[in-house]
């Protein structure tokens, strides 16, 4: 069993910034991908940006230049920092991880969401 546990959501107002959090723990033998994906109300969910085991980032072309994505292999955890926020980013944001377990099977996860509405 994989637990995702997400944090660092709110409120904010247009232009401030806000770091989310998304730790993986349970039966990890190591993690390939970890991603941040989002969805506003009444629209499909959507991209943001990855990262894979070596550090390599992809992002949505909508957060380029604000949001940056890292994470830290030692604590299984993914951060997402995102600076000059705007009333379109408010969502539900989702990590997903996908983990090879020690049966040695790949498996996608995702975490419980975080909200973060941003104010004009």
């Known amino acids: 069993q994989v637990q995702l546990v997400e944090s660092g959501g709110g409120l904010v107002q247009a232009g401030g910034s806000l770091r989310l959090s998304c730790a993986a723990s349970g039966s990890i033998r190591s993690i390939n991908t970890m991603g941040w994906y989002r969805q506003a109300p009444k629209k499909q969910r959507e991209f943001v940006a990855t990262?894979?085991?070596?550090?390599?980032?992809n992002y949505a072309d909508s957060v380029k230049g604000r949001f940056t994505i890292s994470r830290d292999n030692a604590k299984n955890t993914v951060y997402l920092q995102m600076n000059s926020l705007k009333p379109e980013d408010t969502a539900v944001y989702y990590c997903n991880t996908n983990i090879l377990a020690y049966n040695l099977r790949y498996s996608d996860y995702w975490g419980q969401g975080t909200q973060v509405t941003v104010s004009s």
């Open positions: 990262i894979t085991s070596d550090g390599s980032t």
